[in-house]
């Protein structure tokens, strides 16, 4: 068979299991079949325990307990889609496409990085220290992982993350950082006929401590402010006692993100309605995935592996985040959107794009030969 018939066939396996990342039998189970494969190819692999909320982590390797690695990399084994979606939409192809819960997003690209080492140059494998970490939960934003992830990148000289490639096969080289918040104001209700003066308005505290936050996007920047949802009051005749507020940051760089909280705490801290208190919470934080030197270099190298692959490789700068950019806080340079190209992510419609599917196997086994 074929490089291609190959990969679909394991493919198929992998996509026919449920593995949202709720199910942690299912995502263990997939965990367990890559496991299988690189065991298959003489590489240590194991499963790892992370929380007992989540199915196991992956690592394999060709030098067990080392300290250093040459290249980690990395995909992610849980999908969006919930128990029973594999069973109604199972794996299917054609001649241009591959479909099925999470055939793109991202069982394409945990199997690329496998093929990629399996069919890359004896004497490369040998010569190089590999990592390979595929994590559970990234779907939900690596809560169990992130710190894993972290702490391998920082034993790696470079990452390759093989999230799908973009629709037109691009790949990414930088990525936004980001923080999202909740604001909430609580006032004190009074009957909007009778006695508003006696009431507190939660929503006018809100409005104002918005139009102060909004102030600090700079599009030109990439620094962005988007107070995305906003609640308050239940009834019209009534003084509004409370008001809420969900905010989305994003930023190129992790220093803007700082400048940012610190302008959203001081604004939090602000009386904008007297009798209003307000109760600012920090939901999350990822780190910027910065373009550094070391990253252009990593972009360079990518480029030629493409290139010996036969097709030349395009770069966006993304502003939503990945597991690239957790791993990318250790220093370590980063590029993302290493595996097979698609689109229709977390929808029905989700496909994987098949010409692209040797291509970027090639170019992976090419990095190898170039470090």
Known sequence: MTILQDFLKDLAELVNIDAGTRNAAGVTKAAEIMKRHYESIGFHAELVDLSPD??????????????????????????????????????????????????????????????????????????????????PDEELISPWSSEWLLAQGKKADRVLICEPARANGALVRSRKGSAFYTVTFHGLSAHAGNNPQEGHNANIALVRFISEIYQYNDFERGTTVNPGIIEGGKIVNAIPDLA????????????????????????????WVEGVTCELKRNSFLPAMPLSDATKELVGIVNQAAEKAGFTAEWVDAGGGSDGNHIAESGVPVVDGCGPAGSGLHTEREYLQLDTVEERIRMQANVYSLI
């Open 54 to 135: 989540c199915g196991k982590a992956l690592l394999a390797t060709n030098r067990p307990g080392a300290d250093h690695y040459d290249i980690m990399l990395n995909a992610h084994l849980d999908t969006v889609f919930p128990d029973g979606t594999a069973a109604a939409r199972p794996f299917r192809f054609d001649d241009v496409k591959a479909y099925g819960p999470g055939c793109l997003d991202c069982k394409a690209g945990v199997l690329s990085i496998f093929y990629g080492i399996k069919t890359a140059r004896k004497e490369d494998i040998d010569r190089l220290s590999i990592l390979v970490c595929c994590n």
């Open 244 to 271: 809420r507020v969900e905010i989305d940051t994003r930023f190129w760089k992790d220093e803007d993100g700082r400048w940012l909280d610190q302008k959203i705490q001081e604004a939090a801290k602000k009386v």
